[in-house]
């Protein structure tokens, strides 16, 4: 039996239904609240508004649990691999021996990027943001592989090669930066190590795979592989609704997740502590500063929109960089000031009041300097991490039976109609 909300407007009751997921979220389903009512809802920043119904992440705030189709993020980190998660994510289950092989055999088949396409990334300013140029390749894509006429089919060979080129369209743009010649994918590596093949091969230094350090990029990937309805995906979600084809859709999340509330966020934690490190390593001025409401600095890596706890994957994030600094005997100044940071913050009134933690991008700036990573490219990181997750929130939305095109409303706020006022009487 369907629930209801009653709102008493006047002299008039409306009955709104209530919808319960299953992990026992509620909602009050308030699409025919306009029809009904005359009325719409404002919500700055979505904060309290559902976008859609999902069956892919579930994530609770205040316990700080995270989910990947019913999988906790922790067992996926410790025992899966980014591929077989990226499998999961997209296709709902577990695949077995067989359908990963077949998954491996395609992404193997469509890693290979149009020659055409280096043309591109020499043509780009030496200082463009890899974030911008990667958005940029990635709409682009489309031009280069045109649409197929049979659908499932476009869907999947699109959603492979995506999948595979942008690992090998972040490293080319990374060789072609530095001047130095592209190194293609292998078939015989898989999916990270092929990455870190391809970014740090060279033919004066051979790179040496080391299996902690494509342990800890899988784990990287993993933890940033969804994260439901958060910027970027509503972004992919909104521009795919206009039914544009999935390069755009997929380039515009990249775009999002570029600003720094977001996943720019990694970058300009290393940036953060680099400055206090340059001004004598002192963190208290920027907790004060972090503290004042006249001062527009924020601590970046603390806070979140969901997580009012420590953010579930900033603890794996930050044992795996305790195991990879220790292995390589690596000192990296940054971690000890990190970690000053993080135990300074979390007992001062305002972070506890406001219940600010670390998030995801806290500790991986650390863990991506570690594999050798330049900060630039951290945002990239998360990109090619978050892509099955935008994937499979683009081809749930397509699926829909109930989709809708994305269309807000607004309540306008400026000057009543007048007239149009010639230029010489102004
Ligand atoms: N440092 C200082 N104060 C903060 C911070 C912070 N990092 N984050 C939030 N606040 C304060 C904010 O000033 C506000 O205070 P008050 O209520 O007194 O005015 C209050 O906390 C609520 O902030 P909000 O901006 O309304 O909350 P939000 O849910 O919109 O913010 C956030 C979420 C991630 C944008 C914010 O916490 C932030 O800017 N953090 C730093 C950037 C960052 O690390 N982003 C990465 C997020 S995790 C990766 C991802 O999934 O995208």
Known sequence: MTDFVKLTYGDKIYRLPVVVGSEGEKAIDISKLRQETGFITLDPGYANTGSCKSNITFMDGEKGILRYRGI??????????????AYLLINGELPTQKQLNQFSVLLNDHSLVHEDMQFFYLNFPRASHPMGILSSMVNALRSFYPELQNLEEEINITVTRLLSKVRTMAA????????????YPRPDLMYCANF???MFDSPVRPYIIDEDVVKALNVFWILHADHEQNCSTSAVRLVGSARVNLYAAISAGIAALWGPLHGGANQAVIEMLTEIAETGGNIKPFIERAKDKNDPFRLMGFGHRVYKTYDPRAKIMKKMCDKLLSKFNIHDPLLDLAQELEAVALKEDYFIEHNLYPNVDF????????IGIPTNMFTVMFAIGRLPGWIAQWKESMDDPHWKLGRPRQIYTGPLERGYVPIHHR
Request: aromatic share 8%; hydrophobic share 40%; proline share 3%.
């Open 72 to 85: 906790p993020v922790e067992q996926l980190a410790e025992h899966s691999t980014f591929k077989e998660t």
């Open 172 to 183: 080319m743009s990374y060789k072609i930066a530095r001047g130095h010649k592209v190194v």
């Open 196 to 198: 870190l093949n391809m």
């Open 363 to 370: 500790y991986s700036g650390i863990v991506l300097r570690a």
